[in-house]
């Protein structure tokens, strides 16, 4: 089972970039496909990007389309996400999921992901 640990994130300027980590401590990294989410107080958790096992299929949010990159290094066993051209509407907590072993789909939904990571600030400013 999947066992994420987020670094990554802090304040930034409009127009600057970021990149996100998750670390899979577990042992099934490649087995299953991964997500990045965020959320602001009071909102729903929200799909940003998605990627299957192997990195060959992604999904993303139409808003992030063309400045976040969702990318995965499976013998590192590590997710990230390269986030340009920042935005202040972008400010959330932003959290990495792994869907259940054996569930390469991509997947929009939060409910369809059983593990997250602990979540991670990521600030923009105007």
């Known amino acids: 089972q999947a066992q994420l640990v987020q670094s990554g994130g802090g304040l930034v300027q409009a127009g600057g970039s970021l990149r996100l980590s998750c670390a899979d401590r577990g042992r099934t990294f490649s087995l299953y496909a991964m997500g990045w989410f965020r959320q602001n107080p009071g909102k729903e958790r929200e799909f940003v990007a998605a990627?299957?096992?192997?990195?060959?299929?992604?999904d993303y949010k139409d808003s992030v389309k063309g400045r976040f990159t969702i990318s995965r290094d499976n013998a590192k066993n590590t997710l990230y996400l390269e986030m340009n051209s920042l935005k202040p509407e972008d400010t959330a907590v932003y959290y990495c999921?792994?869907?259940?072993?054996?569930?390469?789909?991509?997947?929009?939904?939060?409910?369809?992901?059983?593990?997250w990571g602990q979540g991670t600030q990521v600030t923009v400013s105007s």
């Open positions: 990627t299957t096992w192997n990195g060959v299929s992604t």
């Open positions: 999921a792994a869907r259940a072993p054996g569930y390469d789909s991509i997947s929009t939904r939060p409910q369809d992901y059983r593990t």
